[in-house]
């Protein structure tokens, strides 16, 4: 399966799904630089999981995490504003494409559920600000999904915003 809108694309190996949406969830708020979102335009948001998807979700994946087995992955990859880049939270260059399973923590989780583990990474990539939220369904299983999620990063690319 591939997938391109908003200058992102991913192909996305057997067993993967994807889905973009351009609303911000209501609990978003704010964003890291402090702009409330409804003051944003519509910004896309990437998701990406080993299991079938449910159609209502919020940005980073309420909804999708709760309904996760042991072996599952789910991966957020959310667009912020042009006022974002520059900003010290934004520094980090490209996209991340190799996690290990050290990379990934129960702390890192916008909401804690048993057994889960999560990475968050703020980056810059293609003059674009986003957030990397990922989660794995239990930490027992960290390495294997780590790798799994690399091979899906490591087919994602971000362009200039279309």
């Known amino acids: 399966m591939r997938l391109s809108a908003h200058g992102l694309t991913a192909a996305l190996p057997t067993g993967w799904e994807g889905a973009f949406t351009t609303a911000r969830d209501a609990s978003a708020g704010r964003t890291p630089s402090g702009v409330t979102t409804a003051s944003l335009p519509s910004l896309p948001t990437l998701h990406l999981a080993n299991f079938a998807l449910p159609a209502d979700r919020g940005d ?96 994602v690319t971000i362009g200039p915003r279309a």
Do not use: I
Request: hydrophobic content about 45%; some cysteine.
């Open 60 to 155: 980073f994946g309420s909804g999708a995490v709760d309904v996760m087995g042991a072996s599952d992955a789910f991966v957020s990859l959310l667009e912020y504003g042009p006022e974002c880049v520059g900003t010290p939270l934004f520094e980090a260059r490209g996209l991340p494409r190799h996690l290990a399973a050290s990379d990934f923590s129960p702390r890192a989780l916008q909401r804690t559920l048993a057994g889960q583990a999560g990475l968050q990474v703020f980056f810059t990539e293609a003059g674009r600000a986003f957030c990397l939220y990922a989660v794995l369904g239990h930490r027992a299983n960290a390495a294997t999904l780590a790798r799994e999620v690399s091979r899906t990063l490591a087919n």
